[in-house]
């Protein structure tokens, strides 16, 4: 929940104050929850208003329709990896060095090694705050794509956008590791 | 011929469709293009693997849902839980 708020406000203290009012509002409110939504979707939404009023009272919050360069256009793999679009035989394929190398995951550690996870927590930290708000609803909270539009009241198309980029650099990250591992 | 169907789209193109094609948002067409290619393009293949590998990973993070609050905070929020309960 920190993760998510953080998204909306300036720094970690008003970020758990946010959770705080959150948890608060959720008491308040639980007498009145009616079962039309999941409890979590319930409680996110909460969060997610309160982290806005916060937010735009921070002067912070960036409206969807101008999303940051960063956060919105632009290649999410380094162009650099594929031949060009002139290349005579393959125009816009993997080039040698550029091809995505299998990576050695070792599915009988089953449970998530210390060292991937922090970096992949660092990873997703250092998104931009939209897709960070994305990539940790839908993929980290498990929420379903409908619940997160619904939350963040972005388009299905937006939210793709996001999710997408927020993965990519987060798939980046995890490439740099294991190409690291095996040299 | 469905060997031919896999290069009506470049690798650099597929790589920015990969979580459309993950969440079944593509149309059929672009869907089929893409599962055709995938079988003819191992580059492709491992990178759509590493996509769904990342997600997975994402999945397996600690929510942290008890280290969110600081003591100070959670104390008070027991507090005003306790205040609400109906007696």
Known sequence: ?183 | MSGERGWEIDCIDLVELVTGYLEGALDEEQHVTIEAHLRLCDGCHTYVEQMRETVNILGHLPLHAAQDLPDQIRRQLLAAFRAQRPR
């Not at chain 1, 921070?58 to 990896?81: F, I, N, Y």
């Not at chain 1, 997703?124 to 839908?138: I, M, S, T, Y």
């Open chain 1, 1 to 183: 929940m920190l993760r998510v708020a953080r998204g909306f406000v300036s720094t970690e203290a008003s970020a758990q104050e946010v959770v705080q009012d959150t948890w608060l509002g959720v008491i308040r409110g639980l007498a009145s929850f009616e079962e039309r939504s999941s409890l979590r979707t319930w409680v996110f939404r909460i969060l997610v208003n309160i982290a806005k009023t916060r937010g735009v009272r921070e002067q912070r919050t960036t409206p969807l329709s101008c999303l940051a360069a960063d956060e919105g256009t632009g290649p999410t793999v380094d162009p650099s990896r594929f031949r060009d679009l002139h290349d005579p035989e393959w125009p816009g394929h993997w080039t040698p060095a550029g091809t995505p190398r299998r990576w050695d995951t070792d599915p009988e550690a089953g449970i998530l090694r210390g060292e991937i996870r922090d970096l992949v927590s660092a990873a997703v930290e250092a998104l931009p705050p939209r897709q960070k708000e994305v990539v940790v609803l839908r993929d980290v909270q498990g929420l379903d794509s409908e619940e997160v539009c619904e939350l963040l009241r972005m388009t299905a198309g937006n939210q793709r956008v996001l999710l997408h980029r927020g993965r990519a650099k987060v798939r980046a990250a995890l490439e740099v590791y294991y190409s690291r591992e095996i040299a």
